[in-house]
Structures are given as C-alpha cells and as structure tokens.
C-alpha cells in the first residue's frame, strides 16, 4: 500500500484546511487509518485515527472538537478536516496505515505504511 497525503498549506489562525491521503493497492477498507504529526524539533505525535469501518475515531486531547477525521473506502482515501486552527497545530501532517482489521493506535510505530507527509503552517 502507498499513501499520498495532500492539502496542507498556510492559513491563519482560526481558519480551516483539509488533509487528504489517497491509498494505492488493495485491501484498503480492512486498514486502521490514522494522522500523526511532527512539529520542528519534536518528536512525532497522535493525532487522530478511524478504524477500517470509519464507525469509531480517535483524537488527541488538543485536536478534540476542532479535527474530524474521516474515511471513504470506496475511494480509498482518508481524510482529517481542521478546523480553528492555532499556531501550535503547524507540523508536517503524515498519514498512516495500520492493516489486518487490527484496533487503532496511538503509536506510531503500529503503522506499517507511511504517506510523505504534508505541511501545515498555521500563523497568528
């Protein structure tokens, strides 16, 4: 599986973006999908995470009520719809694929596939 994340840019503060990562291969809808982030000297962190069926999500504390991650199998994509955002949201947004049915983490290192990354700069 190959993922392409798309859709970051600069925005201010308070506006929105959406990040998109298209899948390539088979098998995508029995994949925990989820969207990491890493800001410039920090490590990688959690973002959000839908399960295969897109019927449970999973958000970090910071992002919760203002991030909406999403999924459409018979597109193969996922998406994470950000809304307010603040300074402190500007990282390289990554999509992550986790396979097999498996149950969604918060780990990084539970993903197998990794998109290229996008940026997202947020000013004030």
């Known amino acids: 599986v190959q993922l392409q994340a798309s859709g970051g840019g600069l925005v201010q503060a308070g506006g929105s973006l959406r990040l998109s990562c298209a899948a390539s291969?088979?098998?995508?809808?029995?994949?925990?999908m989820g969207w990491f982030r890493q800001a410039p000297g920090k490590e990688r962190e959690f973002v959000a995470a839908?399960?295969?069926?897109?019927?449970?999500?999973y958000y970090e504390d910071s992002v919760k009520g203002r991030f909406t991650i999403s999924r459409d199998n018979a597109k193969s994509t996922v998406y994470l719809q950000m809304n307010s955002l603040k300074p402190e949201d500007t990282a390289v947004y990554y999509c992550?694929?986790?396979?097999?049915?498996?149950?969604?983490?918060?780990?990084?290192?539970?993903?197998?596939?990794w998109g290229q990354g996008t940026q997202v700069t947020v000013s004030s």
């Open positions: 291969g088979r098998a995508f809808s029995s994949y925990v």
């Open positions: 992550a694929g986790r396979g097999g049915y498996l149950m969604p983490s918060t780990v990084s290192s539970a993903y197998n596939y």
């Open positions: 839908v399960t295969w069926s897109g019927g449970t999500t």
